[in-house]
C-alpha cells in the first residue's frame, strides 16, 4: 500500500505545473486528507 505522501508526490508530478514550495505544500495536504479519508 502507498503512503499519502507517496500518493500526493505522484500527483504533483502529474500535475508538475505546481512550482512553489507553498503551492506544493498546500496541495499535499489537500491531497493527503483526499487519501486519508478515501482509505477509511
Do not use: G
Amino acid at each position: 500500500m502507498e503512503t499519502a505522501p507517496m500518493f500526493a508526490r505522484k500527483e504533483i508530478k502529474k500535475n508538475s505545473n505546481w512550482r512553489t514550495k507553498d503551492e506544493i505544500l498546500q496541495v499535499q495536504i489537500i491531497l493527503t486528507s483526499q487519501f486519508k479519508y478515501q482509505n477509511k
